[in-house]
């Protein structure tokens, strides 16, 4: 049953209770294993990882959809910072200890009353602790309400490859495996932008995945958060800003996934003009009139004054905008950015909200959501599950001696039995190339592994009311033709594995739609 994920958190919070009964007299253990049980209630959590100045603030700010993280280079980019829905926005120090203080929070300003290019800033300078001593912060908490928030806890983390050992450590240490106790992992899917593919990248996905793969590149074991998607961040410099900037950048996102086959870890990559998308999410309507008032400029004598961010922001510059304003538009938009709005606005989108939506789903980040909800959202029990799972493992392991010893060889058994990861990797790939299978077989098999849902009518293409009779019988016949298919004399290796994917997704279905129709399906999540 867990081949799916379904049935996956209940067999787990069943191991933790067990875990507990057996080993509740030591206060340590116990609270950590009640931290396990909160963990699967709790909203799942996603960290932003990637190189210096990968842009994840930026991308973290257009996924929230408001301007909540700081993008420019301070000391808070540093820390990692937690962001949390919340009742009202506040942001909280935390030192190494626990002690806390409260952050002030700035809000800079821009060109004519509009919110600066850099939005929030969090004042570390005068923090006043909850002790009598003043601590060296370790991490931020930002509480924010937030619908996105509310559903995914996101980790903004320092980059991994700063001057400084120590900042790029706090990144290794949240999402590394490996390090010493049991202790719960903090996040349960990755983010991994990526501006280029060096060795630093590689040899990180490897450490968050456990570093431990087969001969092919299929992992063997997930120490580390067992979702990871790779994001080709600020996708509009690859092409110089270029309006074709995009096109290029998916090439590059192309590559960069054919050459992290090998580490058997992102599921998917994806190139997003974060810069843009941010900018999309927080159109105002003053912008808008300043992109329009462009639009009515000869092509010419535009394209000469966006040839360099200073030159189109030279106040000696005769535009029917004003400098201050321009330069607070190449902040914002960046030249790509610019480029697109008076080109869209040229080809006839008109108001705001028409215009965010376009330079939204032109940037990658409506194409980006998706994929975080397939991949993660619709996935989040069996990534908490995991998450839980991989600790608990490791408290039973470092506390043996009691009957609680006879829980770890099942919690093994679910940690190994990756079947969840197997169609992630297959979805990837079906997303940068097909199979060599008719285009209704293709479809077919995308939805079995899940690729538009997980709930089982979407899973087997049938109307959401479907009765359990006319579901099972459809997951069985999928079992017996894509068992038939794997076996075809001409089918190359992937695609037979494929295919042998596709039947085990139909056999877990197989598995949950075999239970009594009175049994709750708490692991299931409806049909959008």
């Known amino acids: 049953m867990s081949g799916v994920g379904y049935g996956l958190v209940p067999e787990t919070r069943g191991l933790v209770a067990a875990a507990r009964r057996a080993l509740g007299e030591r206060p340590r253990v116990r609270a950590q294993l009640d931290e396990c049980a909160r963990r699967l209630d709790e909203p799942l959590r996603v960290a932003l990882a990637g190189q210096l100045k990968a842009g994840k603030s930026t991308l973290l700010n257009a996924l929230v959809g408001q301007d909540i993280a700081p993008t420019d280079a301070t000391e808070c980019t540093r820390l990692v910072t937690w962001y949390r829905n919340g009742t009202a926005p506040r942001v909280t120090a935390y030192s190494a200890d626990g002690a806390r203080a409260d952050v002030v929070v700035r809000r800079g300003r821009g060109a004519e009353g509009l919110p600066g290019a850099h939005g929030l800033t969090f004042d570390l300078s005068a923090l006043r602790w909850n002790s009598p001593t003043p601590r060296e912060v370790d991490q931020l908490a930002v509480e924010w309400p937030s619908a996105e928030l509310a559903q995914t806890t996101i980790i903004d983390t320092p980059g991994i490859s700063s001057l400084s050992r120590e900042v790029s450590a706090r990144t290794s240490r949240l999402l590394t495996p490996g390090g010493p106790g049991p202790a719960l992992p903090p996040a349960d899917a990755v983010l991994y932008l990526l501006r280029r593919l060096d060795a630093a990248d590689v040899d990180f996905l490897e450490k968050i995945g456990g570093g431990q793969s087969g001969s092919t590149g299929a992992p063997q074991s997930f120490s580390g958060p067992l979702g ?259 076996r075809h004399p001409l089918a190359d290796q992937f695609t037979a594995n494929a295919c042998l994917t596709a039947a085990r997704s139909a056999e877990g279905l197989l598995d949950i739609l075999h239970e009594p129709p009175t049994t709750p399906f708490p692991a299931l999540r409806p049909g959008r």
């Open 228 to 486: 990871v998607v790779g994001v080709v961040s600020r996708a509009d410099e690859i092409g110089a800003g270029r309006i074709d900037a995009l096109h290029s950048a998916r090439d590059v996102a192309t590559r960069f996934a054919t050459e992290l086959e090998r580490t058997g870890l992102c599921q998917s990559v994806i190139p997003v003009a974060g810069l843009l998308a941010f900018a999309a999410a927080t159109l105002r309507q003053r912008e808008y009139d300043a992109f329009e008032a462009l639009a009515a400029i000869p092509v010419d004598e535009l394209t000469t004054a966006l040839l360099s961010a200073d030159r189109f922001a030279h106040p000696d510059l005769p535009l029917p905008v004003p400098a201050e304003l321009r330069a607070h538009l190449t902040a914002r938009f960046g030249l790509f950015g610019i480029r697109l709005a008076v080109t869209l606005i040229r080809l006839g989108v008109r108001g705001s909200q028409a215009l965010a939506a376009e330079l939204s789903s032109r940037s990658g980040l409506d194409e980006l959501r998706t994929v975080l909800d397939v991949q993660f959202a619709q996935r989040a029990d069996e990534l908490k599950a995991h998450s839980a799972l991989t600790a608990l493992a490791r408290i039973l392991a470092a506390n043996p001696g009691s009957t609680a010893d006879a829980l770890l060889p099942r919690v093994r058994t679910l940690l190994a039995d990756v079947h969840g990861f197997a169609e992630l990797r297959l979805l990837a790939h079906l997303r940068a190339d097909e199979l060599p299978l008719p285009p209704a077989d293709l479809a077919e098999l995308n939805r079995l592994i899940g690729g538009t849902g997980v709930a089982p009518t979407l899973r087997l293409g049938l109307p959401a009311h479907t009765d359990l009779p006319t579901q099972r019988d459809a997951a069985l016949a999928a079992v017996h033709k894509w068992r038939s298919r794997a």
